[in-house]
């Protein structure tokens, strides 16, 4: 079957392989991510590292009764070689020689914001963007993160065309007006300004969805209106079909306001119903390289221009 997408399914940029509170010292963690079997640790200085997590020795995965040792290096369950952060193999135990080209894939890695994230690249050229460390992020007024996670049967940048499509917000959203919307690329960065009329039994009032893409797989959506909600989003593909798609929510508690209890709780609880509306659409949606768009639509030219930076590739 041909794939309903045609651009390739692993774009360049920062992605989210854990959040920070998941990777615990001396542990290892496995996932599957961009089609491929990774394993993470913390080492001695609590540092984040990932490597590809089948050994170069004879194949068995690392992550899959693998250990830690002296905190630094990742033995083998199955010879039990000794693989360090950088890559290389430190240690044969039954032999006086390692080979000098025994060495697993690392990526780099940048942890911020309570997520441990790497570069993924299909050409293996290093970072040529940051993801920026977030103002609100582990002050005291706002909540701590609650995540809430989906594994969803398409890609990223399909999915994401959302945030510029404006007609959907009324007619999937049921919002009670067509948002006014901005949209800006400026580099790695999308920018996003949406403005709306948000429903309330107090009846209708003002609110804001500010969105804000670095790169293919790091977004932040400041929400503004009812009470003050950062939401941290990411995507991961998992292979050529699947994404897993974390959003992280965080209330302002200036107003009272918190996670579990009151008028946070209810625009999370919104947030997430609006989730379970698009996903049956992403599932089961063509990506249309020449849509028929109408006024009113809203600026996909433009989202579509920027997300083609992120492959080495032309389609």
């Not at 997590?53 to 990742?74: E, M, N, P, Q, S």
């Not at 040529?128 to 002050?139: D, M, N, Q, Y």
């Not at 940048?157 to 499509?165: I, K, P, Q, S, T």
């Amino acid at each position: 079957m041909p794939s309903r997408f045609p651009f390739p399914p692993y774009a360049n940029g920062w992605f989210r392989v854990a959040y920070s509170d998941e990777l615990a010292p001396g542990a290892l963690r496995s996932a599957r991510f961009f089609g491929r079997e990774l394993v993470m640790f913390r080492d001695s200085r609590g540092e984040a590292h990932v490597l590809d997590a089948i050994c170069a020795h004879l194949g068995a995965h690392l992550g899959v009764g693998g250990t830690i040792v002296d905190g630094d290096r990742i033995r083998c369950p199955f010879h039990a070689w000794e693989w360090g952060a950088d890559g290389a193999c430190k240690r044969v135990p039954y032999s006086d020689r390692v080979p000098a080209n025994a060495r697993i894939r690392t990526w780099p890695v940048a942890e911020k914001n309570g997520l441990v994230m790497v570069w993924h690249h299909d050409q293996n050229a290093p970072p040529s963007f940051e993801v920026p460390e977030l103002p609100h992020f582990g002050k005291p007024n706002w909540t701590p993160y609650r995540i809430l996670r989906w594994t969803v049967k398409s890609r990223w940048l399909d999915m994401n065309e959302n945030a510029v499509d404006r007609a959907h917000f009324v007619y999937v959203h049921g919002a009670h007006t067509m948002p006014e919307s901005t949209v800006e690329a400026d580099g790695p960065l999308l920018k996003c300004v949406s403005r709306m009329k948000l429903g309330t039994p107090q009846g209708d009032i003002a609110g804001g969805i500010d969105t804000t893409d670095y790169g293919p797989g790091f977004q932040t959506v400041h929400l503004t209106g009812i009470i003050e909600t950062w939401m941290v989003n990411t995507a991961t593909p998992v292979d050529d079909e699947v994404t897993d798609v974390t959003f992280a929510y965080s209330v302002n508690t200036v107003d009272g306001a918190s996670d579990t209890h009151g008028v946070g709780a209810a625009i999370i609880r919104d947030l997430e119903k609006q989730m379970g509306q698009d996903i049956p659409i992403w599932e089961n949606k063509a990506y249309l390289t020449r849509p028929m768009l109408v006024e009113g639509d809203g600026p996909f030219g433009v989202y579509r221009r920027w997300m083609k930076q992120f492959f080495s590739t032309t389609w």
